[in-house]
């Protein structure tokens, strides 16, 4: 299975536990309004845990993607409930693979619809 294939089905039902199939343990990312780099797959999967406490209903879907050697952009829409109302936003993550998997990410979105909500 290709690594975007592997991305849009973690996405598309995300787990913690199963990060690990498409990220690399010394993944490094940047976040939005995050001020330092996230590290490691334990970071990473508590992030997707606070995500997921806070948007219980998460589904990002893949609606683009490049490849140049081991740099891809997945271009993704999101869809969840923010503050009880159904919410949509778009954004893409730039990422360096290694074996596979995300060694390296810049992810970039809009978060202004989305702060405050419920932690």
Request: proline content about 7%; charged content about 25%.
């Amino acid at each position: 299975m290709d690594f975007v294939q592997r991305w849009s089905d973690f996405w598309a039902q995300p787990d913690p536990a199963g990060v690990h199939t498409i990220a690399h343990p010394d993944i490094v990312m940047t976040w939005p309004a995050v001020d330092e780099p996230l590290r490691g797959l334990p970071v990473w999967e508590a992030r997707i845990v606070g995500m997921l406490r806070r948007f219980p209903d998460l589904v990002l879907t893949v609606t683009g993607h490049a490849f140049n050697g081991d740099l891809c952009f997945i271009s993704w829409r999101a869809n969840a409930t923010v503050g009880g109302r159904p919410a949509t936003w778009e954004g893409i993550d730039r990422m360096i693979l290694r074996d596979d998997r995300v060694i390296e990410s810049l992810v970039a979105f809009d978060t202004h619809d989305l702060r405050g909500a419920a932690a």
